[in-house]
């Protein structure tokens, strides 16, 4: 893309609602499967995860684009996979290769620009094996009436930020954050909770592995779409533990050295429980590649408590002028809606995408693709 194109992409394929972002995706991509969402949308309307597939039925190499695992960060991600159609990659694919697109995981959390599902809880916590004891977190347990105060008051806000700034100077930044992020199962409503059970976004997801085959596939490469963590615009290339060194290595060699893991210390996260590549790793092993493609957006520690507070303890008021005031807050943190940004961010997704498919490339000759 040279700069004009990436001026004029960026005007056409971001979008300020989940509903237009969705109505781009359907019209860019007629014949797509759609799976509606039991919840509905701010005004009552229906919600959908669409799916489309280019290339062969039985083609044993997969490219799966994800976007929407968390709500907001749909808006990215959205933008993302239309300009992965509108640069027109997903043509002349080689007769080994396919393309899934997975838009708006969590139609939902879009929808009402929350970054939780339905149930409360974050997706990306969401794929543990629960049919074995959840992972424990207690030092979150501790933290928890501090991370989402109940009292909102200025001296109730001075209490918590006083709780948690004496955690942080008897066990340091680091462990403040992995208490904080890397899930917790025992306090619904709180940060980065993973829930009981599995949640609809993750049904949706294992319905679509299970329609489209992915497991049956050779060689599958996922790129899963995040904004929030790092610096401001730009695309950090995140694996992640379940895959292990293994598959930060497959990566690194699909994408390069910017590639990071957070066992290498090379990562702006931590390590996480119940994130999708675990669940990817439980179903493929080796055969998968899974990144998180993260932007880097602002610094604000409130954004999420705010969501989580309003959701919690004031879930009549949601659609109040006030809820509206704090969703459209957490839209802001995750969309920042500048043109700067949109331009890095766009850069950074066509080279992902362009370096995903020669990673994937066969060598075959080019065939007419279907869509299914």
């Not at 992995?178 to 619904?188: H, L, V």
């Not at 066509?350 to 994937?360: C, I, M, N």
């Amino acid at each position: 893309m040279n700069f004009d194109i990436a001026q004029q992409t960026a005007s056409v394929v971001f979008s300020d609602a989940y509903l237009e972002a969705r109505e781009k995706f359907v019209a860019a991509v007629p014949g797509l499967r759609s799976y509606p969402c039991s919840s509905k949308g701010p005004s009552g309307g229906a919600l959908f995860t669409d799916v489309a597939y280019f290339g062969g039925p039985d083609a044993k190499r997969l490219l799966v684009l994800v976007s929407g695992t968390h709500g907001p960060e749909g808006y990215h991600g959205s933008a993302a996979q239309l300009l992965f159609l509108r640069a027109k990659l997903h043509e002349n694919l080689p007769p080994s290769t396919a393309v899934l697109f997975i838009h708006a995981l969590n139609c939902y959390g879009f929808a009402w620009n929350r970054r939780s599902t339905a149930e409360g809880c974050d997706l990306n916590r969401n794929f543990i094996d629960f049919s074995k004891p959840a992972p424990p977190n207690p030092e979150y347990e501790h933290l928890d009436e501090h991370f989402v105060a109940s009292d909102r008051t200025e001296a109730g806000i001075r209490r918590a930020q006083a709780a948690i700034a004496e955690y942080r100077k008897l066990h340091g930044e680091q462990a403040l954050r992995s208490a904080k992020s890397r899930g917790q199962y025992t306090r619904p409503g709180g940060l980065f909770y993973g829930g009981a059970e599995p949640t609809e976004a993750r049904r949706t997801l294992e319905q679509i592995v299970a329609d489209f085959d992915v497991a049956g596939r050779d060689n599958v490469v996922i790129v899963d779409y995040h904004t929030g963590l790092g610096p401001y615009g730009y695309g950090e290339l995140q694996c992640e533990q379940p895959s292990g060194l293994e598959g930060y290595e497959r990566a690194a060699k699909i994408f390069g050295p910017s590639v990071t893991l957070p066992d290498l210390g090379t990562s702006s996260s931590l390590n996480l429980h119940g994130t999708q590549d675990e669940y990817w790793q439980r179903i493929l092993g080796a055969r998968h590649t899974y990144v998180a493609l993260e932007y880097g957006t602002y610094t604000n520690p409130k954004i999420l408590s705010d969501e989580h507070w309003l959701f919690r303890y004031a879930p009549d008021a949601v659609d109040s002028e006030m809820g509206r005031q704090i969703r459209s807050a957490t839209k802001r943190h995750f969309y920042p809606q500048r043109s700067d940004w949109n331009e890095m961010v766009l850069w950074r997704a066509h080279l992902v995408h362009r370096q995903a498919l020669e990673g994937l490339r066969s060598g075959d000759e080019p065939v007419r693709n279907t869509v299914r």
